[in-house]
């Protein structure tokens, strides 16, 4: 379509749930023919989220003289409470069942046109008194200040399309294709804006999968039903072999089974083995048998990752496998968030030029980041408010000889062009770009220094990958084995080189013990009712449906009935015994 598209100011428009899963559209389309047009003006591609505040939320609020300061649920619902309970009123409507009603509080949100005070707590809010006047009032004066919830953006987006006539035609003119990704996760809220928006004059396309609704859990969408009667069902994947899709298909609850057309397994479907002395080693023992099966360099041109549901710590009497840190205690849940320390412009020159931290396309978000920060410093006026690389490939569309010197600065940086081991040779490497980067910038390049704080460096001989949280590196066989550490939620739509699954628990139950069943052929997931343990099958069917040659599940020795242990036997499982300790010095995590 890309290659085809005969509009200038018409594009496409791709929608996701996540984040994770636009990076990974982007990064396919980067690496096919004419794919890269699409991530500029005149197309969008964005979460639904994005695409709800940009085009329709954030003009109407302007239009009404608010500028949004702070979208962020969590901060809101501290500020709010704490407001509304400075109120002797409001307080004392809430102390008189402080369980339930803090919580109505603290959910409170617009929604819908009218612009609606409702709450997602058990207890609705009082319709009159002081409390009900308190919440109105602290809500509005919060709206003036700019803070919202990332809900209210859409009871905005729809009192825009209420009070616009002719917005959904502009969008849909604007927009003539439309591709919703992870449909499953979408909520009625999103739909309903959605459906407003793209009517009749769009052509729309759903695609998402039922069995990995993890994140809708609780919302049970009924507006949004998907899939539609006579939808097509995507049956094959290209991404694993029939081993794994094995896997997939004995976790898999709704629609025909995957075939499997991708790449053979390494080897077989593994289950791994600990014990309470050993469970720390169990990521590091991971990553030196991976080193044994992969020949030198793919393990550092692709991603190798341990996932787990569970981030939070858990109940300290039970035993471990409860969550991510009983495996690796220096994960860091704040990672990556705006709230973790800003890298300097000399570290993401670095992370962009290690092939062991991410295969090249994702290598180029750290090299945009920098040279954002470029322009951002010494840039011209109309490139240096640029926050997002979109923004600034629509700010130069329309020359695209700048956006080919761009582009020369992004390969370079990937491909470790630029000298960065001392300060000095860092700072020459930043003038280079500034000096690349000549047109772009304001002033003569030659004079200008980078500040200080962009050479910081990582510390005496250390690398660039040991900059990426929540990252274990293991040296084996002679080479380097990044492993990244990271909830099932976080990698939906990834695709991994080999994937650990690393057992967890929640209400008392540990999901690898519980899905034993369903891997051995015991159980059919088809027939799960229990929405506990449906949940859990989703959690385990995203987590095995990520890598393209090697799946492994870590549980504890205890947990491990021998019965079912000879059934995956049959099945074609390999089961490897690590309860025994062995803490090779080899390992280095951030």
């Not at 044994?292 to 981030?311: D, M, Q």
């Not at 799960?528 to 599940?553: G, I």
Request: proline share 5%; charged share 25%; hydrophobic share 40%.
């Amino acid at each position: 379509m890309a290659s085809r598209w005969p509009h200038e100011r018409r594009g496409i428009c791709i929608l996701t749930h996540t984040n994770v899963a636009r990076d990974e559209i982007e990064g396919c389309l980067r690496a096919v023919p004419h794919g890269e047009t699409l991530l500029a003006y005149p197309h969008f591609i964005g979460t639904i989220q994005a695409f709800v505040n940009r085009f329709l939320a954030l003009p109407w609020l302007r239009a009404n003289g608010i500028e949004i300061r702070e979208i962020d649920d969590d901060d809101f619902e501290d500020r709010f409470f704490r407001r509304v309970m400075a109120d002797w009123g409001a307080r004392g409507w809430v102390n008189q069942n402080v369980y339930q009603r803090s919580a109505t509080i603290r959910g409170v949100r617009y929604r819908g046109a009218g612009l609606d005070l409702v709450t997602t707590g058990e207890v609705p809010l009082p319709k009159t008194g002081k409390c009900i006047e308190r919440v109105q009032k602290v809500k509005l004066d919060m709206l003036a200040e700019g803070r919202v919830r990332h809900e209210d953006m859409f009871a905005f987006a729809e009192r825009a399309l209420a009070e616009s006539i002719g917005l959904s035609d502009s969008l849909e003119h604007r927009f003539p294709n439309v591709f919703i990704d992870e449909m499953q996760d979408t909520s009625d809220t999103q739909l309903d804006v959605l459906t407003k928006v793209f009517r009749a004059a769009s052509v729309t396309q759903r695609f998402g999968d039922i069995n990995q609704s993890i994140l809708s859990r609780g919302k049970r969408p009924s507006a949004a039903a998907f899939p539609l009667p006579g939808s097509m069902e995507v049956k094959t994947s290209l991404r694993f072999g029939s081993q794994i899709a094995g896997v997939a298909n004995s976790l898999k609850a709704v629609g025909d089974k995957i075939d499997g057309r991708g790449e053979a397994c390494i080897q077989p479907p593994t289950l791994l083995l600990y014990s309470d002395d050993t469970i720390k080693e169990v990521v590091e023992r991971f990553g030196t048998w991976l080193a044994n099966f992969f020949p030198s360099g793919e393990l550092s041109r692709h991603t190798v990752k341990a996932v787990c549901a569970i981030k939070r710590d858990g109940n300290a009497k039970q035993r471990v496998g409860r969550h991510v840190r009983d495996y690796f205690p220096a994960y860091d849940d704040t990672a990556g968030q705006p709230s973790s320390p800003k890298r300097s412009v000399r570290e993401l020159l670095r992370l962009a030029g290690d092939p062991a931290v991410f295969r090249a396309e994702k290598r180029s978000g750290p090299a945009r980041e920098a040279v954002l920060r470029i322009l951002g410093e010494f840039g011209r006026d109309d490139v240096k408010a640029a926050t997002s690389w979109r923004d600034l490939a629509r700010s130069l569309s329309p020359a695209a000889p700048l956006m080919s010197r761009l582009q020369n600065v992004i390969l370079k940086a990937v491909l470790g062009g630029y000298e960065l081991a001392t300060e000095a040779k860092a700072s020459s490497s930043i003038r280079q770009i500034i000096e690349d980067l000549d047109t772009l910038i304001e002033g003569d390049p030659a004079s200008l220094t980078p500040p200080a704080d962009w050479l910081n460096d990582l510390g005496q001989g250390s690398r660039a990958r040991d900059a990426v949280p929540n990252c274990l590196r293991v040296r084996a066989n002679e080479q380097d084995v990044v492993i990244h550490l990271a909830t099932i939620a976080s990698v939906k739509g990834e695709t991994h080189l080999a994937t650990l699954v690393l057992e967890s628990c929640n209400n008392r139950t540990y999901d690898i013990k519980s899905v034993l069943p369903y891997l051995c052929g015991d159980a059919s997931a088809a027939a799960v009712t229990d929405d506990d343990e449906r949940h859990r099958l989703m959690n385990m069917f995203v987590a095995a449906s990520r890598p393209r040659k090697l799946l492994a599940f870590a549980m504890h020795v205890a947990r491990a009935d021998k019965a079912i242990l000879t059934k995956l036997h049959a099945q074609g499982w390999q089961v490897l015994d690590w309860t025994a300790p062995l803490v090779p010095a080899t390992a280095q995590g951030t």
